[in-house]
């Protein structure tokens, strides 16, 4: 959602985001468009302290269908990147 709107549309775009959003397996939260997140095993978890046990779990961010959008081919994680690659992994979270 971008620019600025009024709060009619914000709770419309809200209530058709939630029913198809996933939620942090750790804290269950939703998890917003733009949000950096992690994937352990099946589940996806905010890439923070609080949700996250590891920076290696950080698999890309949401996209504003509530899907992750993948940082690398083949939705792996960065830990699973270095270690196909055999090569370093940096990736800058803004």
């Known amino acids: 959602m971008h620019?600025?709107?009024s709060k009619r549309k914000f709770e419309?775009?809200?209530?058709e985001y939630v029913l198809r959003?996933?939620?942090?397996?750790?804290?269950?939260?939703?998890?917003?468009?733009?949000s950096?997140?992690?994937r352990i095993g099946e589940?996806?978890?905010?890439?923070?302290?609080?949700c996250c046990p590891s920076?290696?779990?950080?698999?890309?961010?949401?996209?504003?269908?509530?899907?992750?959008?993948?940082?690398?081919?083949g939705n792996l994680t960065i830990a699973e990147q270095a270690m196909k690659t055999g090569e370093i992994q940096i990736k800058n979270l803004e």
């Open 36 to 38: 950096a997140v992690g």
């Open 3 to 5: 620019g600025h709107g």
């Open 55 to 73: 920076g290696g779990f950080y698999v890309g961010s949401i996209g504003e269908d509530g899907q992750v959008v993948s940082a690398f081919e």
């Open 43 to 50: 589940n996806l978890v905010h890439l923070t302290f609080d």
């Open 21 to 34: 959003a996933s939620c942090c397996a750790s804290c269950e939260m939703l998890l917003f468009p733009g």
């Open 12 to 15: 419309e775009w809200f209530n």
